[in-house]
């Protein structure tokens, strides 16, 4: 198989058929938290994929060129959580001075990137896969496309739901929570078609 053929199957295995969200369930607090309308879970999205990405590529170059040549590679999660920390410093930064009102908006959450367990997830999974570089590149965008996917995904049926006709009892959390459960159980439809 040709190298492009390769980095497309790495980019739906994660994106879809092993989405972070949906079925490794890391990223939940932001996926229920932000997502009650799409322009936030989009804009949170943009951020997580963004993180997700330099992050992702950033701790697999630490870890393959730097801590497994000295032999220190029990380092790795300082080191990653150390490079999340300072990504996320970054965005934080960015969105205060360019998007203002969605830097307000997000409240709390976005500092709490630095706490996705999505990212760090997604920097372990690479090395648990024995990616090589673009295989954590590719790999690591796509973690952070499927997260926009199913946040923005949530969002939107979220913003639906205010308008429905959903039971007193279920109104809430209930019906989030159930709609996360029909989307997981869809999003297991793609499993069996790539590893």
Known sequence: MDIVGHLVIVFISIALVNNLV???????????????RIDMAFGMGCAVTFVITISGTVTWLINNLVLQKIGMDYLKYIAFIMVIASMVQLVEM?????FPPLYESFGIFLPLITTNCA????????DLWGYGFLEALVGSFGGGLGFTLVICMMGGIRENLEWADVPKALRGAGI?????AIMTLA????SGMIK
């Not at 949906?22 to 009650?36: D, E, M, N, Q, W």
């Open 22 to 36: 949906l079925t490794k369930f890391l990223g939940i607090c932001p996926y229920l938290g932000v997502s009650r």
């Open 94 to 98: 960015y969105v205060r001075k360019f």
């Open 119 to 126: 990212i760090l997830g997604t920097c372990l999974f690479i």
């Open 176 to 180: 989030t929570l159930i709609t996360a």
């Open 187 to 190: 999003f297991m439809g793609f």
